[in-house]
């Protein structure tokens, strides 16, 4: 728990604070959402959502960085919610730009073919992809065509200066990494068109370490040197583009990041039961509800208890097969740590 002191404020040390920042996304638009009968003003909110999150302390930011981007398990796929809340993963990603540096960077409002977040100082500019997945989703990596088209990168910055175009990135929740090679490393370690992965407790630690814009831009500039060749996936290319960009990113604060490292480890980890823990709850209700339901029935108890079974696993099929997928691909503690 010494950790939170030292990166974060004693306030993390309470599960009960933890919890509200593991549920703030999802909280902020159960507020703003009236009624999910016609599509939400998706831009409208995402502006709300961006001067809310402009106001809160450091700490509060940055740990809400470091568990971002993984997407509430009770969300239907490509659902106004699912989308609602993708864009405010993409409003977290812009926030985090402006704080290290980047003043000019904007949400895009164009519909499609564009960036999820437009990275600029006014003068540079990084186009960025920000990724956000669901824990129980049925493969524990995704598909690298679903986390980065390399040709968008390079289509993307057209649409700016040739001499102030600087790279790509692409924020990732790092309980979807692939465990050792992808061919999706061989694009971060192009140096003909630098892109750039950060999991989102990379940039957590950017921002509590005062880490910003020129370290950014310096680690672009430096690409070749970094990566003079392209990692192949034969070669472990997931380590060695890590121990790449840390080294690149973080200098003389490498040491500070490795103990970071320990602790945001532990968070998106506790994040996970949190989101295992919620669906179960869930599960528990609907089996509970069931058996109500059956209460009155005067039959044989077998049969009752076979009907409340039936019943129980018809409901929360989809779920149990979340909580498996979870515990099967993702890092979650066995209790929440005191």
């Known amino acids: ?20 920042s593991y549920n703030f996304i999802e909280s902020f638009i159960e507020k703003n959402v009236e009624s999910w009968d016609s599509p939400p003003k998706t831009e409208i909110i995402a502006k709300q959502f961006l001067d809310e999150i402009s106001k809160i302390s450091k700490n509060d930011f940055a740990f809400l960085v470091c568990h971002t981007g993984y997407i509430p398990e009770d969300y239907a796929p490509d659902s106004s919610q699912e989308t ?13 730009a402006r704080r290290i540096g980047f003043t000019k960077s904007s949400l895009p409002t164009q ?9 600029s100082d006014g003068e540079l500019w990084i186009v960025c992809d920000a990724k956000s997945f669901r824990l129980g989703r049925s493969q524990g990596a ?90 192949l996936k034969n070669q472990q290319n997931r380590d060695a583009y890590y121990a790449g960009i840390e080294a690149a990113l973080f200098g003389e604060k490498i040491a500070s990041w490795r103990e970071f490292e320990a602790l945001a480890m532990l ?65 979650l503690l066995d209790e929440y740590f005191d």
């Open 1 to 20: 728990m010494e950790g939170f002191l030292n990166f974060f404020s004693k306030d993390y040390q309470k599960l009960d604070r933890r919890k509200e």
């Open 111 to 119: 519909k499609s073919s564009t960036e999820d977040v437009t990275i």
């Open 142 to 231: 995704p598909n690298v065509k679903d986390v980065l088209k390399h040709a968008d990168i390079s289509k993307w910055l057209k649409k700016y200066p040739e001499d102030s175009r600087v790279g790509g990135i692409v924020t990732f929740p790092s309980q979807h990494d692939w465990s050792s090679g992808s061919d999706f490393y061989q694009y971060t370690t192009d140096k003909d068109l630098p892109t750039m992965c950060l999991y989102y407790e990379h940039m957590a630690f950017l921002i509590l370490s005062e880490i910003g814009k020129a370290e950014i831009i310096n680690t672009f500039q430096r690409y070749g040197e970094i990566f003079p060749k392209i990692l």
């Open 84 to 96: 609602l809340y993708s864009k405010l993963v993409e409003a977290v990603v812009c926030e985090w």
């Open 267 to 331: 968070v998106t980890s506790e994040c996970a039961l949190h989101t295992y823990d919620v669906l179960k709850a869930r599960v528990d209700f609907i089996h509970a509800e069931v058996a109500e339901g059956f209460e009155n029935i005067k039959d044989i108890e077998v049969l009752r208890g076979m009907a409340i079974e039936a019943e129980s696993k018809r409901r929360t099929d989809g779920l149990c097969k979340q909580m498996d997928r979870i515990k099967k691909f993702r890092n």
